[in-house]
DNA sequence: CGATCGGTTGAAGACCTTCAAAAGCAGTGG
DNA sequence: CCACTGCTTTTGAAGGTCTTCAACCGATCG
């Protein structure tokens, strides 16, 4: 019954405007930059979309472009010899995909369109380019880099030190707060990605989440139907993470 | 008796030498620079040492520079409400630290040297400015931090996906692929960091660490006496990363 | 309408942790 | 030089957390 209630929010009326006009502009790479210099870097980039489901780059492919997610969920994962997927990470719109392949000029994992979505296509070569000449969109683009170290070390931090429920707890909290960055509600939100690729992410079993979903969702904290998921207590949540009850 | 054969190469005679003579020139920024390029990085980057036990810089603390590690090793940690560590790195020669602090202009770990050490201090602001002018730096430098991202993504995977042994042989042959990058023996080194340390990086305890090591050593892939290690059979450990047996 | 996929739930067991004790080793000061 | 102290490491035994295996349910889809 909830699931009408939250629409996927993917605005396919904007895919064709411009950085300028984006509403994605604070979190991406234009962010600080002169007007004049957005329409260049809007030259630069093109418009791709990508069904669900749908290959954006393959582990091994040349690296190409940069790819800006402006609408959909993607993950990123590694396929090993036995055809087994590892998910490495979940991106949403305003992440960029693709950072991890500029040292081999090759790409190293797979991305998948976990909902049908629509990208900016930015051709590195390009973007290096005119960096040269915006100091702003270089110094972006160093944050934007930096920030996605910052949170794998957090990941790391999490599948290095927690127990199931505080993996869990921190989850949830990352994606409350990742939504809630980009206008959607933060403790109201729609899961993409199934229990066993939440289980594979977090290192655990897909038995092991909805176990947690269920007691988290007895103990009040949140309240949980499929992949409806809403945080009814988000203090409680973070208490979590502290006290390894 | 094995410890007085592996020097530990901190050959402080370089340390005023500028980046053209560096040993680690191949691993480093300067990679790709015309010589007379590398002259004007090496203007805006100073010497700094730093005493076994000393940190380089704490968690919270603005950011001004990147460091780049000459000699010695470094560990990067966070400190929990308990005081805590939990380790998100170690880190050796020709590697840089700090990258995670461009994003807040602020520090969000703590950099220890686990023996005495030599960094190249670069400022962020000179070193951004810089890379304007020099393409290849520039380009050098978004390959580095792609570097980055990419080991953590490896060990994101190994966090999630692999059982105790496979992450200590992983851990192992990781650091022999470094070890060997820098022109040491790939099967013959010294750790510098303690069962513990080694622990709380692979999300383990000192006691399966040390247990691990002994069975290593029983089933001939190693030879452990302390901190000394010998990979006795490089494929063993490699296929064990396979077949988790 | 059977088949497939995603999700839930229970029971048994593996893997790793926790607790504990003791030995090794390094540095310090008498 | 040796004893002392603190830190690191080893090793054993017990116990907990999470996985594995298995059965079942509901929804979706050709």
């Known amino acids: 019954m909830l699931l009408q209630s939250i629409p996927i929010k993917v605005n396919l009326t904007h895919l064709k405007e411009s950085c300028t006009s984006c509403s994605l502009h604070e979190l991406c790479l234009p962010f600080g930059m002169r007007l004049d210099d957005v329409e260049l870097l809007d030259k630069i980039t093109a418009n791709r979309k990508c069904r669900r489901g749908e290959r954006l780059y393959h582990s091994g492919e040349p690296f190409q472009s940069l790819y800006v997610i402006k609408s959909g969920f993607f993950k990123v994962f590694d396929l090993d010899e036995e055809g087994k997927e590892k998910i490495v990470g979940f991106y949403m719109p305003g992440e960029i995909l693709g950072m991890e392949a500029i040292n081999k000029n090759r790409f190293h994992y797979n991305a998948v369109a976990m909902e049908d979505a629509a990208v900016c296509e930015t051709p590195f070569g390009a973007l290096e380019k005119l960096s040269h000449t915006i100091p702003a969109l270089s110094h972006q683009f160093h944050k934007l880099m930096s920030r996605e170290i910052m949170q794998e070390h957090e990941h790391i931090l999490l599948l290095g030190t927690m127990r199931a429920p505080q993996r869990v707890a921190a989850f949830l909290l990352n994606l409350s707060r990742r939504f809630a960055a980009r206008g959607y509600s933060p403790t109201h939100f729609y899961l993409r990605m199934t229990r066993e690729e939440i ?47």
Chains 1, 2 share one sequence.
């Open 199 to 245: 289980g594979n992410y977090l290192g655990l079993t897909l038995e092991t989440i909805s176990r947690l979903f269920a007691k988290f969702h007895e103990d009040g904290l949140i309240s949980v139907h499929s992949r409806d998921i809403e945080i009814r207590d988000l203090a409680g949540l973070q208490k979590l993470l502290e006290h390894p009850a």
